[in-house]
Nanobody, 123 residues
Framework: QVQLVESGGGLVQAGDSLRLSCGASGRTFRGWHMGWFRQAPGKEREFVAFIMWSGGTTYYADSVKGRFTISRDNAKNTVDLQMNSLKPEDTAVYYC????????????????WGQGTQVTVSS
């Protein structure tokens, strides 16, 4: 029903910014809540940010609060993650995902996932 494709990752230096974008196919995007997760080598998938279907409610992991901003454009079927003041510990593969549920921190609640985009932050 929903296909997600992330883009915008790359290699940057600490303190730099990146904007990740996730494009969705299909006509059901507006009704889905969207989340961003990340996974570093040897670690479990970690919640990063969440935005509800209307865009009116957002949640962030404490580790990124104040530095990252999630947004969506339902007319364009996209959800973005603006990442500022990047740190080496932000290095991971970043995934966008779609859910109809409100348990936004739990990866198992998300029905659709993108392929991931690599973000590497050098010191």
């Amino acid at each position: 029903q929903v296909q997600l494709v992330e883009s915008g990752g790359g290699l940057v230096q600490a303190g730099d910014s990146l904007r990740l974008s996730c494009g969705a196919s299909g006509r059901t995007f507006r009704g889905w809540h969207m989340g961003w997760f990340r996974q570093a080598p040897g670690k479990e998938r970690e919640f990063v940010a969440f935005i509800m279907w209307s865009g009116g409610t957002t949640y962030y992991a404490d580790s990124v609060k104040g530095r990252f901003t999630i947004s969506r454009d339902n007319a364009k079927n996209t959800v973005d993650l603006q990442m500022n003041s990047l740190k080496p510990e932000d290095t991971a593969v970043y995934y966008c995902a779609a859910t109809l549920r409100v348990a936004y921190k739990s990866p198992e609640q998300y029905a659709y996932w993108g392929q991931g985009t690599q973000v590497t932050v050098s010191s």
